[in-house]
């Protein structure tokens, strides 16, 4: 059989050695680190960290933050995709280089413009003092720096993926008489269900998993406005290594079933493409 690619064998062992200590190193092992630190002192001891009040309060607010940012992040990623893929218009390249912002900027910095923006001294400070409104130390500054941070994964999984698909099969469905709700539906929800989903999981994962932005902008208050990342770095700094390390462990899980499920994702969206070529 003809060989596909013209190093030898030794190298090709050499290369995935490396990858894979690569992997064991800065993957495996921290991981192994985290459960074992959690496990340290025996399960009465973990389980009594993730059912403290405090820590039951970051877990709820985690997950309440993620069910907020996510499905305004599909909205926003679904139509950004739909738009840049399906039309032409004025300032298109700069839509794609706004999706693309996050990336670039530390999610520090962009928690201090919600704060230079929202907070007590910030641009629209006063306005919100004088109606009675809180959006920085608080869920709302919470959610708005989640959602910053996570907007450009649904529609970076979304763009390649619809451009690659073209317009043909919507053209063809609208000239049939179908409307453009029809359309969506029927036509390009099912062409896109597995790149959404995976933009979703990604989505989802960095939403619960954010410390920067969500560190600026939610003051730290112990049940109230502490996430688990925040949760985690309190335990931490007081000395508690067991709590810290059993939310920690919370988290690893949650990456470690994202993961599991992104693979799941990648290999029914390569069968398919497959299928459909």
């Known amino acids: 059989m003809r060989r596909s690619t013209t190093e030898s064998r030794a190298l090709q062992i050499i290369l995935i050695a490396v990858a894979l200590l690569f992997l064991a190193f800065f993957l495996a092992l921290p ?14 001891p973990f389980l009594d960290a993730v059912t403290a ?31 840049i893929t399906k039309f032409k218009f004025p300032g298109k390249s700069l ?35 004088e109606h009675d409104l809180k959006i920085i130390f608080a869920v709302p500054g919470i959610v708005l720096a989640t959602v910053f941070i996570t907007f450009p994964f649904v529609a970076r999984e979304l763009i390649p993926l619809m451009m690659e698909q073209g317009k043909d099969e919507e053209e063809a469905a609208i000239s049939l008489g179908a409307t453009g709700w ?13 790149g959404l989903l995976y933009g979703v999981l990604l989505c989802n994962a960095r939403a619960m998993g954010e410390f920067g932005a969500v560190s600026v902008v939610s003051g730290h208050i112990r049940g109230e406005t502490n996430t688990m ?6 335990l931490y700094n007081e000395y508690d290594f067991v709590g810290a390390f059993a939310v920690a462990s919370l988290l690893a899980g949650l990456a470690l079933v994202t993961l599991v499920a992104k693979t799941v994702l990648e290999w029914r969206f390569n069968l398919h493409g497959s299928a459909r070529h």
């Open 95 to 129: 839509l794609i280089s706004l999706i693309d912002l996050p990336f670039s900027v530390s999610p520090v910095v962009s928690g201090l413009i919600f704060v230079l923006l929202f907070g007590a001294n910030g641009w629209f400070g006063t306005w919100l003092a």
């Open 182 to 194: 029809q359309t969506f539906r029927h036509v390009t929800l099912p062409n896109i269900r597995w």
């Open 31 to 44: 991981l192994v680190a985290v459960f074992g630190e959690a496990l340290k002192a025996g399960f009465g």
């Open 229 to 234: 990342p925040l949760h985690v770095e309190i």
């Open 53 to 83: 009040p405090d820590a039951l309060s970051a877990i709820k607010l985690t997950l309440l933050i993620a069910a907020i940012s996510v499905p305004l992040n599909v909205v926003f990623g679904v139509a950004a995709s739909w738009a």
